[in-house]
Antibody, heavy 120, light 113 residues
């Protein structure tokens, strides 16, 4: 079964870090870029960046440069999103999403989402 | 950054009637090299992740009912639900895939009248 399964909800204090995992199954992990998208409560979708699982190469939205790190473990078919210096406005559901692999044609597979709550 | 503007913010449509959602990009998302628009549409139901409906502005993803259709080119795009069904109640987002940062529209909430 082709799926992405993310780690569970997190509660963090301001200034802390969080690392969310996204385990892929049912397809060749290395063959598809992985994106990360977040959604604040009641808000829209915000793209954070992508990682090329094959090479480890990354591309980040300017907003997240220096505070977000995307990595992967190919042996585990798992992608990770780590965010540091958390603030209350980082409270959101974080999704991993697979690039379709067709030129510029969207994200065809999504994880179930991981709620990260930042609160003192 | 390419700004994606959706309209309306919400709409209520009777069952079986047509729903039309618009999306405008601040610059063209048409790739001249392959003549494809880097524009996707997603459906998001409460408590669920988004689901890809349409890519390249008008190509339906596998398994998506044919009552969903996309049209447009360059900077102006439309998602049409030809005959609204109860299961279509959701928020719909457009997304440009032309250049990073990839950006989404603000969303359109579709409800039953």
């Amino acid at each position: 079964q082709v799926q992405l399964v993310q780690s569970g909800a997190e509660v963090k204090k301001p200034g802390a870090s969080v690392k969310v995992s996204c385990k892929a199954s049912g397809y060749t992990f290395n063959d598809f870029y992985m994106h990360w998208v977040r959604q604040a409560p009641g808000q829209g979708l915000e793209w954070m960046g992508w990682i090329n699982p094959h090479s480890g190469g990354t591309n980040y939205a300017q907003k997240f440069l220096g505070r977000v790190t995307l990595t992967r473990d190919t042996s585990m078919s798992t992608a990770y999103m780590e965010m540091s210096r958390l603030r209350s406005d980082d409270t959101a559901v974080y999704y991993c999403a697979r690039d379709s692999g067709r030129d510029n044609s969207g994200f065809d597979l999504w994880g179930q989402g991981t709620l990260v709550t930042v609160s003192s | 950054d390419i700004v994606m503007t959706q309209s309306p913010d919400s709409l209520a449509v009777s069952l079986g009637e047509r729903a039309t959602i618009n999306c405008k990009s601040s610059q063209s998302v048409l790739y001249i090299s392959n003549n494809k628009n880097s524009l996707a549409w997603y459906q998001q139901k409460p408590g669920q992740p988004p689901k890809l409906l349409i890519y390249w502005a008008s190509t339906r993803e596998s398994g998506v009912p044919d009552r969903f259709s996309g049209s447009g080119s360059g900077t102006d795009f439309t998602l049409t639900i030809s005959s609204l069904q109860p299961e279509d109640v959701a928020v719909y987002y457009c997304q440009q895939y032309y250049s990073a940062p990839l950006t989404f529209g603000g969303g359109t909430k579709v409800e039953i009248k």
